[in-house]
């Protein structure tokens, strides 16, 4: 079992490039988030999956879109990338909706912006 | 949300207990409290999280005060390998199971 990887480690973007994280899970979870941390700071999340093509909101959407055609992978998309978005980015999962289950996190993204 | 508030740092000796402490005065009924840590250069991991009664497993212990404005995370030998940071999270039903974090508490762990 593979857990949560993401694709992939390590990114260098210009100012205006695109591109797209890949989160993906072997544990059939229901749940799937994007957070990203900040030097110094705890995660915050960004947008989140409750199922199979949903997605939402979370504290800092602008400049992100998700997409979760497949249960088992939640794409994280930065259209025009500011070096405001140099951060460390992880993914979670959780078995389902709820306050009792436990997240598990990828072991990150970490993507610079010039 | 429901914020807690953790020492910035502490410190601790290889194999002795530490006790981390978190307050959340504003607690409501229904919110769990959880506690995750962050290796250096890794995602967060599940620690541990309990409702009112103090809770074990094999990572560590929370011991939850009576009237739930404050949870203790207990870890019973510290190694080198504690080194971190936790964070402790109120989690309230029906918000989506998102994970609000604070800035945590970054433990160090002398030999």
């Known amino acids: 079992n593979a857990g949560v990887t993401q694709t992939p480690k390590f990114r260098v973007l210009k100012t205006g490039q695109s591109m797209t994280l890949l989160c993906a899970q072997d544990m059939n979870h229901e749940y799937m988030y994007w957070y990203r941390q900040d030097p110094g700071m705890g995660l915050r999340l960004i947008h989140y999956?409750?199922?199979?093509?949903?997605?939402a909101k979370g504290e800092v959407p602008d400049g992100y879109n998700v997409s979760r055609l497949k249960k088992q992978n939640f794409l994280l998309g930065l259209e025009s990338a500011a070096p405001s978005q140099t951060s460390v980015y992880f993914c979670?999962?959780?078995?389902?909706?709820?306050?009792?289950?436990?997240?598990?996190f990828g072991p990150g993204t970490r993507l610079t912006v010039t | 949300d429901a914020k807690t508030t953790q020492p910035n740092s502490m410190e601790s000796n290889e194999e002795e207990p530490v006790h981390l402490p978190c307050n959340h005065s504003t607690i409501s009924g229904t919110d769990y409290i959880h506690w995750y840590r962050q290796l250096p250069s890794q995602g967060p991991e599940y620690v541990i999280h309990?409702?009112?009664s103090n809770v074990n497993n094999r990572m560590a212990s929370l011991a939850i005060a009576e009237d739930r404005k404050s949870s203790t995370l207990i870890l019973h030998r510290a190694t080198l390998r504690d080194a971190a940071v936790y964070y402790c999270i109120l989690r309230r039903y029906n918000q989506g199971g998102k994970l609000i974090f604070g800035q945590g508490t970054e433990l160090s762990v002398k030999p």
């Open positions: 999956s409750v199922g199979e093509g949903t997605t």
């Open positions: 979670a999962t959780q078995l389902t909706g709820g306050e009792v289950y436990e997240q598990y």
């Open positions: 309990g409702l009112t």
